[in-house]
């Protein structure tokens, strides 16, 4: 029964997890490109845009997909394992939701700066799908290599509570 509880309680968490770091995401990336309002670029039917921010939603749940994952029950018996299952979890869901949205933030900002030729934000903003399609890339192989290391962070963190 209390399997069924944790399988039960980690859709629900999956579900709020998905709908609150897709919103962060997109906000601290607003936030982070101070002269450009994704928002108004949305409403104006950018595709450009919309890629790119489709991408980073896809990306934090790349990132977060291990954590959701429940660590074996170590000594906490039958009656507490649904109780540390979710407390586990939820620790490594804020984890690795603060480790995505950085270094989403953070590697599209360096690729920005290492490519300046290429004003991004700037292209984005005229609907330049070939930048768009450039961005996706980084943000997607930058969030399945961020995968992996999650992964190793929560078993060494499984390890260390336990």
Known sequence: MGQ???SVAQIVI???LAAVASYLGLLLFNRATRNLDEWAELRRG???MGVVLGSIIVGIALI???TL???PSGDTGARLYPAFALLTQAAGILV???LALSAIIFAVGLFDRLTGQIDELAELQQGNMAVA???VGVILSVSLLMAQAIEQILTWF???VL
Request: proline fraction near 8%; avoid cysteine.
């Open 4 to 6: 069924l509880f944790v």
């Open 14 to 16: 999956a579900v709020i």
């Open 46 to 48: 950018n595709t450009a």
């Open 64 to 66: 977060l997909r291990p």
């Open 69 to 71: 994952t429940v660590p």
């Open 96 to 98: 690795g939701l603060i």
């Open 133 to 135: 399609a450039m961005l």
């Open 158 to 160: 499984a390890a260390y």
